[in-house]
């Protein structure tokens, strides 16, 4: 075996940051290797200086995706590569596929695929359209993809795409691929493809780098695995000769709890009521369709399904920021359907908002002023109008210091901090409000394991309190191990409400897929809500879920 | 060996400027950009400074160039001859035989230009060109602020000028149907206050026309506040003509207030048409926005809702009722400069106003839209009005090349502030390749 990539203590400084420090990392042909790390640990800086986007500081690139070659003493022969840019990266055969895609939506998947390189006649004034498809039908065949080369784009699955992005690079000669976070869109049937899929690729003799921080993914797809931490490399494993204790010890760096065992929640009176609420997205089609749940005191309600179901929507008409078409909302027995943001929050519900850059914080105010985002008219932080600034500095201090927020500097922009430390100080902020309910939207999103166990241990203190906690999150471990019950949404539906103890990751896969699996430990009409009116009749469920299946039939 | 033997040419490559790759340039571009956005008040003074030395520079080589191209009889400006010859080769520009001769002086332009607008403060400090100077800036002061209130909301105000036109015209025409009513200093004291509140209302509404319109109608604020400048240009053309007309005057204009309902000039000969008790209150205008900016819960909304709309609204900022009120407000500061201009200057209303609704625009750019550095940066521009007729009157420099001096000034002045506005636009889009960067940064400063 040979190496198709060796990166040779790659140092990367940033103005005041050393993103990676004196990395190593050498991936075999034919292989599949995952960088595993926290956020921030340097993954994507470190596949940016193999990709060409950033010149490493230190260190050098070897590439050759047939392998290198070694001379008697142990060096490689040829010279390390030296990239510019992405062009020269894809020209040694790199290919890199992006966390969000790249695709043009209105043109066709052999289109895309063979954009900027298209077979070309007439002496190179048109496009050979025929022979574009041609080659991209070649390439699906060669690699087993199921792609339709004619279909459009912003017609096909996120599955699909991604696909599309694989052929695209591969179509442009790549023989290394690096895929960025690539499962964090998918369903669990769609991950099972792609790996399927890198499984093909590494067949037939192309090397595979994906980034991860989920370590389940990293042990189920990749040969070996290399951790990152704090922007070193701190150790490369054979999945084989490891555990999963072992690899979240070396990313966190301590021993980590995995599983959590939440003692089972004890539900008070209904909080938080959403009765057939019905609400449109921005092009105006149904998003959310008639929606009906009650979360009690005393009790974690999660909401599973792949993101763009309607999740979104759900919980901007539940915290007042989207307009709903037709139903209600009931807030401690109060109809808040009309009320604004500022009355929700003034009611008892505070919010972690799923986009903390665009929502959840002010990038260019520092933690002072973004703690007191929201409640800027109220009592203690305002006073006849005037904000206390020495208040609001003392909130932050406490906020950061309880949710160890890095750096603990109050004074600091909020766009200066990691992503984990700007989610980990939303959360802080909102938990701090002592609402009646919390409305979270994936409050562990990119935020790294320590972080996240850290969150998970705060929200079953705030349901053991007698909050009310609605969870939205896409991360299946996370609704499953944290809710009391589990609704499943799709297509803006609340397919079925199941026991998280009970269902299995299968039924949850295939509900989140619109299908309907057989045996579902379903809580709909059973004893758990025979006290809710929307939910009296298990019939109209059954129906619902019926249409949806329908529904999900005519697409394919 | 041969592993040493390539690494070794290849290190100093990488310093090689030829070789500077796009992603390289563009990286450095976007730090400096970045750089300039985070800069202090300090920083952005000196930039602001050594900006100005340029724009000097570069005008005294145009003034110079301009006095090459013009005929005259005697020089007023004249290089001594000079001849650097090396060798064979004569070096054409830079060597001249006998002694070139240019018709402006450069630097009498800009002592005049600079100095000018200040008169002979030694000997007499209360003098006609430093009064129009602090009358320029006073006014200028009052639509700077205007514009960077509503810059800090996230709304382009460009319709200063017609909520100048408006508030000037109603108060001359309120005040001066009240003004019968009362007299002596009892007059002034009720009169001047009277005449800016009528100012700040009539400005305030029609700012707030273009903000209802944004809120409600997703009107362009931009679109609709340039043409609303046309409409109180023409309008007040036509009550001016036709309603308000003082008969016994051949010029557009109302008839004059009695002297009673004007601000007094206190410290200033009174036809020098400035009072520093207006001067005093544009200073104090500024600072209480500046507070009611920083300090209040409603400059929390307002300043939330002009960095970022969709965090404001999670906020619990109602964002359509932060536009009109922030327009309003701006309408309303850009009104009382219209009542200033009518109860300090004028004394009645003339049609005609000069464009200090558009320099106020200006003026809030250079200050970086903070309402105290308006202050600063409205006196440069009284300075560089009230220099302008200086030099125009003292020198045969045309007034159109007083006038590209004063642009290239602003130009470069402004300059600083623009990419500092343009570094953050690319800041908000940098954060992506930063975030993973800094992310460790959180670890290293434990």
């Known amino acids: ?556 | 060996m041969s592993d040493d033997g390539t690494g070794g040419p290849d290190g100093p490559d990488g310093g090689d400027p030829g070789e500077g790759s796009d992603a390289g340039v563009r990286g450095s571009v976007v730090g400096w950009l970045s750089r300039l956005a985070r800069a202090s008040a300090a920083e952005r003074l000196f930039i602001s400074g050594s900006a100005l030395v340029l724009s000097v520079v570069i005008g005294f080589f145009i003034v110079l160039a301009a006095g090459r191209m013009t005929t005259c009889d005697t020089a007023a400006f004249a290089l001594p001859p000079r001849v650097i010859s090396l060798g064979p080769v004569s070096l054409g520009p830079f060597s001249w035989p006998a002694s070139m001769g240019f018709c402006y002086d450069p630097i009498n332009v800009y002592d005049r230009l600079f100095l000018g607008a200040f008169g002979n403060l030694a000997a007499d400090p209360l003098n006609g060109q430093f009064a129009t100077t602090l009358s320029e800036t006073t006014i200028l002061v009052f639509t700077g602020v205007a514009v960077a209130v509503a810059f800090k909301a996230g709304v382009f105000n460009i319709g200063g000028q017609g909520q100048l036109v408006v508030g000037a015209l109603s108060t001359a025409v309120v005040v001066f149907a009240v003004a019968p009513l009362l007299s002596g200093v009892v007059g002034t004291l009720v009169l001047v206050p009277f005449g800016l509140a009528v100012g700040a209302v009539a400005g305030g509404l029609y700012g707030a026309l273009p903000g209802a319109l944004k809120a409600y109608a997703d009107a362009n604020e931009v679109i609709t506040t340039i043409m609303l400048n046309f409409v109180a240009t023409a309008v007040a053309l036509y009550l001016t003509q036709d309603v308000f007309q003082d008969p016994d005057s051949f010029a557009t204009q109302t008839r004059a207030l009695p002297s009673y309902a004007r601000f007094p000039s206190l410290v200033f000969p009174d036809r020098a048409g400035v009072s520093l008790l207006a001067l005093a209150l544009a200073v104090a205008v500024a600072v209480a926005v500046a507070y009611t900016l920083t300090r209040t819960s409603f400059g929390y909304d307002v300043r939330t809702s002009g960095l970022q709309p969709e965090a404001a609204e999670y906020g619990g900022v109602d964002a359509a009722r932060t536009v009109v009120a922030s327009m309003a407000l701006s309408g309303a500061l850009a009104g009382v400069g219209g009542a200033v201009y009518v109860l300090m200057v004028l004394g009645n209303f003339q049609t005609g106003v000069p464009d200090y609704g558009f320099d106020g625009i200006t003026v809030s750019i250079l200050a970086g839209n903070n309402p105290v550095g308006a202050v600063g940066a409205a006196l440069l521009f009284g300075v560089l009005k009230s220099g302008s007729i200086v030099v125009d009157v003292g020198t045969n420099v045309p007034p159109q090349l007083v006038g590209v001096l004063r642009g290239l000034i602003v130009l470069f002045v402004a300059m600083p502030e623009f990419f500092r506005m343009v570094g953050r636009r690319v800041g908000d889009v940098a954060p992506e390749r930063d975030r993973g960067a800094v992310a460790t940064d959180g670890g290293e400063r434990e």
């Open chain 1, 1 to 556: 075996m040979s190496e198709a990539v060796r990166l040779d203590g790659i140092t990367k400084r940033f103005p005041g940051v050393v993103a990676n420090d004196d990395v190593t990392l050498s991936v075999e042909r034919g292989t599949v290797h995952a960088l595993l790390g926290e956020n921030g640990a340097g993954k994507t800086t470190l596949m940016n200086v193999l990709y060409g986007l950033f010149p490493p500081t230190e260190g050098d690139v070897y590439v050759d995706g047939e392998g290198l070659e070694r001379d008697d003493g142990g060096g490689y022969v040829g010279s390390p590569e030296r990239f510019d840019s992405p062009r020269d990266a894809i020209d040694a055969g790199v290919g890199m596929i992006h966390q969000h895609f790249m695709l043009v939506d209105p043109m066709t998947v052999a289109e895309n695929i063979t954009l900027g390189n298209e077979p070309r006649k007439w002496g190179g004034l048109a496009v050979d359209r025929a022979a574009a498809r041609e080659a991209v039908v070649d390439l699906s065949e060669r690699y087993g993809f199921d792609v339709d080369p004619d279909a459009t784009v912003a017609d096909v699955s996120v599955g699909v795409q991604q696909r599309v992005e694989i052929l695209k690079a591969l179509y442009r000669g790549a023989d290394v691929l690096i895929l960025d976070e690539p499962t964090a869109v998918l369903t669990p049937q769609e991950v099972a493809d792609l790996f399927e899929v890198l499984e093909e690729l590494t067949a037939q003799g192309k090397t595979v780098i994906f980034i991860t921080h989920k370590l389940g993914e990293a042990l189920d797809a990749a040969d070996e695995v290399t951790v990152l931490r704090d922007g070193r490399n701190v150790g490369s494993v054979r999945t084989a000769d490891t555990s999963r204790e072992e690899l979240a010890e070396l990313m966190v760096g301590r021993e980590v709890m995995l599983e959590s065992d939440y003692e089972p929640a004890t539900p008070g009176d209904p909080v938080l009521r959403a009765e057939g609420v019905t609400a449109s997205d921005e092009r105006g089609v149904v998003a959310v369709d008639d929606v009906s749940f009650t979360v009690r005191e005393g009790e974690v309600f999660g909401v599973a399904g792949v993101d763009g179901n309607g999740q979104s929507e759900l919980v901007e008409v539940l915290t007042g920021l989207r307009d709903h078409e037709s139903g209600r909302v009931e807030l401690r027995g109060r109809d808040v359907t009309d009320a604004s943001r500022r009355d929700r929050a003034r009611a008892g519900m505070a919010y972690v908002p799923e986009d903390r850059q665009e929502r959840g914080l002010v990038m260019e105010f520092d933690l002072t002023e973004n703690g007191i985002l929201g409640s800027q008219h109220d009592e203690p932080f305002a006073r006849s109008g005037r904000v206390d600034w020495d208040r609001a500095d003392d909130h932050a201090e406490r906020v950061v210091e309880e949710f160890d927020v890095r750096p603990p500097d109050t004074g600091a922009e909020a766009r200066s901090l990691s992503g984990g430390n700007q989610q980990k100080f939303i959360v802080g902020r909102e938990f701090a409000r002592d609402p009646a309910c919390i409305v979270a939207s994936h409050p562990t999103r990119g935020v790294d394991i320590g972080s996240t166990e850290f969150i998970h241990d705060r929200i079953i203190d705030l349901r053991d309190e007698g909050k009310a906690v609605l969870l939205v999150s896409s991360k299946l471990d996370e609704v499953r191990g944290l809710s009391d019950r589990l609704a499943v949404m799709y297509r803006g539906r609340l397919v079925d409400v199941v026991d998280p103890d009970a269902v299995t990751e299968e039924q949850l896969g295939l509900l989140m897929a619109g299908e309907e699996p057989d045996d579902v430990p379903s809580l709909r009409g059973g004893a758990d809500d025979a006290a809710d009116p929307p939910e009296e009749s298990g019939g109209t469920d059954a129906g619902r879920t019926d249409g949806v299946a329908g529904d999900g039939g005519d697409r394919e």
